[in-house]
Nanobody
Framework: VQLQASGGGLVQAGGSLRLSCAAS????????MGWFRQAPGKEEREFVA????????QYADSVKGRFTISREDNKKTLHLQMNNLRPEGTAVYYC??????????????????WGQGTLVTVSS
């Protein structure tokens, strides 16, 4: 499986970006897909959002009401619409696929495949 994330860039605080993640190489529909991010200087990737195979979504408290995760199974594409971005949102954003389950999980170790990351920089 290959996951290709795109859509990152530089945006001012309060602005918006839409990230996409294109999957190839295996069945996409029915599996949970998530977004995680790693801020500069931090060792761990933190959970941002996940969408289950059923379409049920889950968000980190820090992004609730501002970010929206969605998927287009026919195109094998995952999206993350990010509105009202804040400087603390500066990070490399990674998409991930859980090849073992359709249920949503915020645990990094549940995900089997990861994209290469796309950098989002939010200026104040």
């Amino acid at each position: 499986v290959q996951l290709q994330a795109s859509g990152g860039g530089l945006v001012q605080a309060g602005g918006s970006l839409r990230l996409s993640c294109a999957a190839s190489g295996r069945k996409f529909s029915g599996y949970a897909m998530g977004w995680f991010r790693q801020a500069p200087g931090k060792e761990e990737r933190e959970f941002v959002a996940v969408i289950a195979g059923s379409g049920v979504t889950q968000y980190a408290d820090s992004v609730k009401g501002r970010f929206t995760i969605s998927r287009e199974d026919n195109k094998k594409t995952l999206h993350l619409q990010m509105n009202n971005l804040r400087p603390e949102g500066t990070a490399v954003y990674y998409c991930a696929l859980d090849a073992s389950s359709s249920s949503a999980s915020s645990r990094r170790d549940y995900y089997d495949y990861w994209g290469q990351g796309t950098l989002v920089t939010v200026s104040s």
